[in-house]
């Protein structure tokens, strides 16, 4: 099968510092895929080229070719906002729109691409609500400030938000870093729902997450993907002496 995702020799720079080397990954449709380092591997920063955030940054570069569904992302004539409805982004805080309510919050993106039948978008707002376990919830509440929520509400209101406009691949920063044990396991557990509607690509610094979470795992250090592969083989049986030393917890 054709990968979702396939980077292809990508590099990324800050200026004249390089943050990512020739990077070479393939991400198959409706899996998990941890990306694992230290701190500072660069890590984000490939995240962030995969539905252009750099474009936002000054002074930030991407070299190589990253293709979604066979369509190279930074192609001419390729639309950055259409990429990043593609290509959702859920973050390390959630940052629900502070002035909106639930129900408004979920429908945003769908507002902006000029959907404004109601009926419409209530019946998406519940299915993406529902995707991110949160139906049950705040289906009392849809017209009350998103801020009235719990932190970890917030962030499956966040991937509702996301989901709303049916991405291609969801990409997860840190996803559950800020939220309490008992939000970190709703997350993750909806993870696996997840990949029934999308791909979902997580930064994670915690390699537990990783090996509960994730179908593929991808081991950056300073800037190179030193090692990727199925989760099991690179936590039991990694090729590679730097990733054994990572995921053994001899540094990092
Ligand atoms: N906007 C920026 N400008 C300049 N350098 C940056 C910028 N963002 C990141 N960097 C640098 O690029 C390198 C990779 O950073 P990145 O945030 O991608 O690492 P990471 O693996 O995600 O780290 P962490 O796990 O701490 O989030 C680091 O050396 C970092 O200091």
Not at 119 to 130: G, P, V, Y
Request: proline share 5%; charged share 20%.
């Amino acid at each position: 099968m054709s990968p979702i995702l396939s980077a292809q020799n990508v590099n990324i720079y800050y200026g004249d510092k390089q943050a990512v080397r020739g990077v070479n990954l393939n991400v198959q449709r409706g899996t998990v895929n941890a990306l694992i380092g230290p701190s500072g591997c660069g890590k984000t920063t490939f995240l962030r080229a995969i539905n252009r955030m750099h474009d936002l940054t000054p002074g930030a570069r991407v070299e190589g070719t990253i293709l979604l569904d066979g369509e190279n992302v930074y192609g001419a004539g390729v639309d950055p906002v259409v990429m990043r409805r593609r290509v959702g982004m859920v973050f390390q805080k959630p940052n629900p729109f502070p002035t909106m309510s639930v129900f408004d919050n979920v429908v945003s993106g769908l507002k902006l691409a000029g959907i404004r039948d109601s009926r419409r978008l209530m019946d998406i707002a519940e299915r993406s609500l529902r995707g991110a376990a949160l139906w049950e919830e705040v289906k009392d509440r849809l017209k009350t400030p998103a801020t009235g929520l719990s932190g970890g509400q917030q962030q499956r209101l966040c991937i509702a938000r996301a989901l709303a406009v049916e991405p291609e691949i969801l990409l997860m920063d840190e996803p559950t870093s800020a939220l309490d044990p008992a939000s970190t396991a709703k997350i993750e557990e909806l993870m696996t729902g997840l990949k029934q509607v999308t791909t979902i690509i997580i930064v994670t610094h915690n390699m537990h997450q990783a090996a509960r979470v994730s179908d593929t795992t991808s081991f950056f250090l300073n800037g190179d993907l030193v090692e990727h592969g199925v989760t099991d083989q690179i936590f039991t049986a990694p090729r590679d002496e730097r990733t054994e030393a990572y995921v053994t917890g001899r540094f990092g």
